[in-house]
C-alpha cells in the first residue's frame, strides 16, 4: 500500500512488533487519539486501551493471535483527550516467525455501531419493563376480581404486592363504616408490615366509585423494580372496585340471609307438656330456606299447633311463598277450628297467592290435657306416629289434595289418641323421595330408622333421622322433619283425673 | 324428561311424557302448556314412562287438570296401578279424580 494511502485512509492502522511494541501508526489514529506520534510509537499498543482493554488484550487477545494468527472485529475503547472512544479491533499476525514477525491492526471507529447497540439495549430493557408492568397489572386485576369478600380482597393485594410487584413489606388499610382506615388483620401473614416511617414505602390508594376505599402500603424490593405509576394507580382503580363489589356482595348477603331466616323466625312455645325438635336442611345453601317448613305454635291454654308444609319449587321465590303461606297458617289456626277448617281457609288464601298454589300442609293440633292429635293431611305424605308401647306406624286418615289444587273440594280430618311419651313426627318429601328408589322403600327405611332412634333425646332423634334419610342424596329437594313428644297432662289436673 | 304432544281422534289432545318430571324440568313447561285444552274436547296426559314425579311435577299435573276446567275441556292422566306417578298421585290425593290405568280407558273416559 502506498505511504500516502496508509496515512490517511480513514481507519486507525497500526504496525506492531510481535509483543505489541507500535511500529508505526497513521494519521487517522493519531486525529482520533490526539496522541503525537512520538508519544505513541514504541509504547505497547494496549497501554492506549482503557483498563478493561489492556486486560482483554493480554488475557484474550494477544495469546488468540499468536495462537489464531488473527482476530477480528473485537470491541475496546481507547483513551483519548475528550474520554473513551470505542473502537473495532481487527489484528493479523504476519507468516513470518521469530523477532522479525509484525501484527497489523485497523481500528475503526465503533460509535454509531456503540450508540446503536446501546439503544438496542435500551429499547429491550424498555420492553422487559413493559413487559412486567402488564404482567403485574394483569395478576393484580386477576387476584382481585377473583375475590368475593372484602377480606379476600385484602388478600389478593397482600399476595399481588408480594408476587406481582415485588414488595418485601404490605399492608392493607380498610376504609371502616366509620370512614376511617383499619389496618386489615392477615390470616397468614405472607409479608411483614413495613415499618412506621420508611421512606421507601409505596402507597396505592384503592379508589372505589364513592370513596378511597383503603390503602395498599408497600416497600418494593428495590427501587429500581417499581412499577410506573400508571400502573399503580390502575391497580388501585381496580382493588377499589373490586372493594365496592365485594362491600356490595357482603351487604346484600347479608340481608337475604336476615330474611330469609326471618321466614322460619319463631321460637317453639315452652310448654311442660311437650317437646318438640326440628330438622332443616334447604336444597338451596347458600339461601339457608326453601320451599319447606315447620311450625309450633299454641292454640290457647291447651292445645298446640303443628305444621310441616312444602312450597313446590326451590330457592328465594319459593322461600317467599312459604314464608307467606306459614304465616297465613298461624292466622287462620284458632281454638276449636279443627285441621279441616284451616286447610279449607288456606286453600282461599293459595287461590291469591299462585306460587303457594298446590303446596302440600300436614297440619295436626294436639291437646295437651287429653293427649288426643287431630290431624289432616292436604296433599302431604303421612305423619309418623312413634307409640311408647307398640310399633310406630303411618297415620294415613285425615287424607285430601293439596292446598288450592282442582281437586280440593271437602277437607276431611281424623283422630288419634296419644299416650304420654308418645312421639309424632311430620316432615317433607324431600326426606324420603329419592329418584332411584320406590316411595315405599324409602317410607319403610323411615320407619325403621325412627323406630331406632325412639328412645333418643327429641333433639338427637330428629338430626339422626334427618342425617341417615339424605345420606348421600346428590340433588337434594329442600328436607325438613318436626318432632313432638305429648309429656302428658298438667301435673295438677293428673292429680286431679286420678 | 320430555313431553310430546299428539292430537288424535274427535278433538283429543295426547300429552306423552317421559323421564323425571321435577322441579328443574317442569317449570319451563308451565308456560308453554297453559294453552293446551284449546281447541279440543279432551286432554289426555300419558304418565306411563315417567321414572320419577316430585311435587313440582303434581303442581304440573294440577295446573293442567285447572287449565283445561276452566276451558271446559275433559282431563285424565294415565298412571298404571303400581308404578312411580301413580303411587305419588294416590299419596297427595289427587289420584282419585282424574287418574285413570291405560290409555284406552282415558280415551273412553274423554269421548263419553
Redesign the interface.
Known amino acids: 500500500m502506498d505511504t500516502q494511502d496508509w496515512t490517511s485512509a480513514p481507519v486507525g492502522l497500526l504496525t506492531l512488533t510481535a509483543d505489541g511494541v507500535v511500529l508505526e501508526v497513521n494519521e487517522a489514529l493519531l486525529h482520533w487519539t490526539g496522541h503525537c506520534r512520538a508519544s505513541v510509537v514504541g509504547t505497547r499498543l494496549p497501554e492506549l486501551f482503557s483498563i478493561g482493554g489492556r486486560m482483554y488484550w493480554e488475557t484474550h487477545l494477544a495469546p488468540l493471535l499468536h495462537a489464531e494468527g488473527r482476530v477480528d472485529e473485537v470491541a475496546v475503547e481507547l483513551v483519548v483527550a475528550a474520554g473513551r472512544l470505542p473502537v473495532l479491533l481487527t489484528a493479523v499476525l504476519s507468516p513470518h516467525g521469530g523477532t522479525e514477525a509484525r501484527m497489523h491492526v485497523a481500528l475503526s471507529g465503533a460509535r454509531e455501531r456503540s450508540r446503536y447497540e446501546r439503544e438496542l439495549l435500551a429499547a429491550r430493557s424498555q420492553a422487559d419493563h413493559t413487559a412486567r408492568q402488564i404482567t403485574a397489572l394483569h395478576q393484580a386485576t386477576a387476584a382481585v376480581s377473583a375475590a368475593t369478600l372484602v377480606s379476600e380482597v385484602a388478600e389478593a393485594l397482600l399476595s399481588t404486592a408480594a408476587y406481582a410487584l415485588g414488595a418485601r413489606a404490605a399492608t392493607v388499610w380498610l376504609t371502616g363504616d366509620d370512614g376511617e382506615l383499619h389496618p386489615h388483620h392477615s390470616d397468614q401473614p405472607p409479608l411483614p408490615a413495613p415499618p412506621g416511617s420508611d421512606a421507601e414505602a409505596v402507597l396505592i390508594s384503592l379508589l372505589g366509585r364513592d370513596r378511597v376505599q383503603g390503602v395498599l402500603r408497600f416497600v418494593p424490593a428495590s427501587r429500581t423494580e417499581l412499577l410506573d405509576h400508571d400502573v399503580l394507580t390502575s391497580i388501585g382503580r381496580q382493588a377499589g372496585v373490586a372493594l365496592d363489589r365485594a362491600h356490595l356482595y357482603e351487604r346484600s348477603t347479608s340481608v337475604a340471609h336476615e330474611l330469609a331466616h326471618s321466614l322460619l323466625a319463631g321460637s317453639a312455645p315452652k310448654d311442660d307438656r311437650f317437646v318438640v325438635a326440628a330438622a332443616y336442611r334447604p336444597a338451596v345453601a347458600d339461601l339457608a330456606v326453601g320451599g319447606d317448613w315447620h311450625d309450633t305454635f299454641l292454640l290457647g291454654a291447651d292445645a298446640v299447633a303443628l305444621v310441616v308444609g312444602d312450597v313446590v319449587g326451590r330457592g328465594l321465590s319459593a322461600a317467599i311463598a312459604m314464608g307467606q303461606l306459614r304465616s297465613a297458617t298461624r292466622a287462620v289456626a284458632a281454638p276449636g277450628r279443627g285441621p279441616a277448617v284451616v286447610l279449607a281457609e288456606l286453600d282461599r288464601f293459595v287461590e291469591q297467592v299462585e306460587a303457594a298454589a298446590v303446596a302440600t300442609v300436614a297440619y295436626g293440633e294436639l291437646d295437651l290435657e287429653a293427649g288426643q292429635l287431630t290431624y289432616a293431611c292436604a296433599g302431604h305424605l303421612p305423619p309418623l306416629l312413634l307409640p311408647v308401647s307398640a310399633p310406630p306406624r303411618f297415620l294415613w286418615e285425615g287424607r285430601s289434595t293439596p292446598l288450592g289444587s282442582t281437586a280440593s273440594h271437602g277437607r276431611v280430618e281424623a283422630s288419634v289418641d296419644l299416650a304420654p311419651g308418645d312421639r309424632v313426627l311430620l316432615y317433607t318429601d324431600g326426606l324420603v323421595e329419592r329418584r332411584c328408589s320406590d316411595i315405599d322403600d324409602r317410607m319403610g327405611r323411615l320407619l325403621t330408622v325412627a323406630r331406632r332412634e325412639r328412645d333418643q333425646p327429641l333433639a338427637d332423634a330428629v338430626r339422626t333421622i334427618t342425617d341417615e334419610m339424605l345420606h348421600g342424596v346428590t340433588a337434594p329437594d329442600d328436607a325438613c322433619a318436626l318432632l313432638l313428644a305429648w309429656q302428658g297432662p298438667h301435673p295438677a289436673s293428673r292429680a286431679g283425673a286420678g | 324428561m320430555s313431553i310430546e304432544t299428539f292430537l288424535v281422534e274427535d278433538g283429543i289432545r295426547l300429552l306423552r311424557a317421559s323421564g ?1 318430571l321435577d ?1 328443574a324440568t317442569t ?1 319451563p313447561l308451565l308456560v308453554d302448556l297453559s294453552r293446551v285444552a284449546d281447541g279440543v274436547v279432551g286432554v289426555l296426559l300419558d304418565l306411563s314412562a315417567v ?2 314425579l ?3 311435577g ?2 304440573l299435573i ?2 293442567l ?2 287449565s283445561c ?1 276452566r276451558a271446559g275441556t275433559r282431563f285424565r292422566a294415565v298412571a298404571p296401578p303400581g308404578g ?1 306417578p301413580r ?2 298421585l294416590e ?4 289420584a282419585e ?2 287418574t285413570v290405568p291405560d290409555l284406552q280407558s282415558g280415551l273412553a273416559a274423554l269421548r263419553r
Open positions: 323425571e322441579f317449570e321414572t320419577f316430585d311435587s313440582a303434581v303442581r294440577d295446573r287438570a285447572r276446567e312411580v303411587r305419588l299419596i297427595t290425593g289427587l279424580r282424574c
